[in-house]
């Protein structure tokens, strides 16, 4: 599969209000998923979801383990950027690195601030397939997941891009199975990789020729 480096202007064009839009949601979706957590509980429905998918057979433990891609969200990050690295599509590269510190970086400063624990710390019933430290909300997995798939979305042939929503979805379905994080800690990732990637997309064309992001 070869990706095709283009340049924002090529890749991006005619798709500014969807970016905007997509800017807006993932900013609200951030804002009251913090609030929510904030309360440093589960919340019923999500005690549902995460029960229903954390019981699934014990049976798909491994592949649940592969789709999480690895035990430390920044690894997903650094595979990308070697992988467009060697196909030295440089400036994809430039834009992951970039935009993965940047997702990195929110999350981490939420989960500090917010400090919801993990499903183990707020409900008895986890069934704890893989071990993990640190705060819940958001989940940095989903958040750098997030980041990379919709970052090279545009540049990957047509045929391919059933990858992205899917790269996304088992990572998020993964993390739950796993017992590692609960709902509101995947919809909090998925903002936030959202809001990066759209933040990247509706800059200055002044700011992204500055940052080399153009």
Wanted: with cysteine; glycine share 8%.
């Amino acid at each position: 599969m070869k990706v095709k480096t283009k340049t924002d202007s090529e890749v991006y064009a005619g798709r500014r209000n969807w970016y905007i839009a997509g800017f807006g949601i993932s900013l609200l979706t951030l804002i009251i998923s913090s609030l929510m957590a904030l309360k440093h509980t589960m919340f019923g429905w999500e005690v549902s979801i995460f029960d229903w998918i954390n019981g699934w057979p014990t049976g798909l433990q491994t592949f649940f383990r592969i789709a999480s891609v690895a035990k430390e969200g920044p690894v997903i990050a650094v595979i990308a950027v070697i992988i467009a690295f060697i196909l030295r599509h440089w400036r994809l590269a430039w834009r992951l690195a970039v935009s993965t510190i940047g997702g990195a970086a929110l999350a981490f400063l939420l989960k500090h601030f917010i400090d919801r624990a993990r499903p183990q710390g707020l409900i008895d019933h986890v069934n704890l397939r893989w071990t993990d430290t640190g705060a819940g909300f958001p989940s940095g997995h989903v958040a750098i997941m997030t980041v990379v798939m919709l970052t090279i979305m545009p540049y990957l042939p047509s045929r391919w891009r059933w990858t992205v929503p899917t790269g996304i979805a088992l990572v998020c379905l993964s993390r739950m199975y796993l017992g590692l994080h609960a709902p509101l800690d995947i919809i909090g990732g998925l903002a936030v990789g959202v809001l990066v990637v759209t933040t990247v997309r509706i800059m200055p064309q002044a700011l992204r020729v500055f940052f080399r992001l153009d």
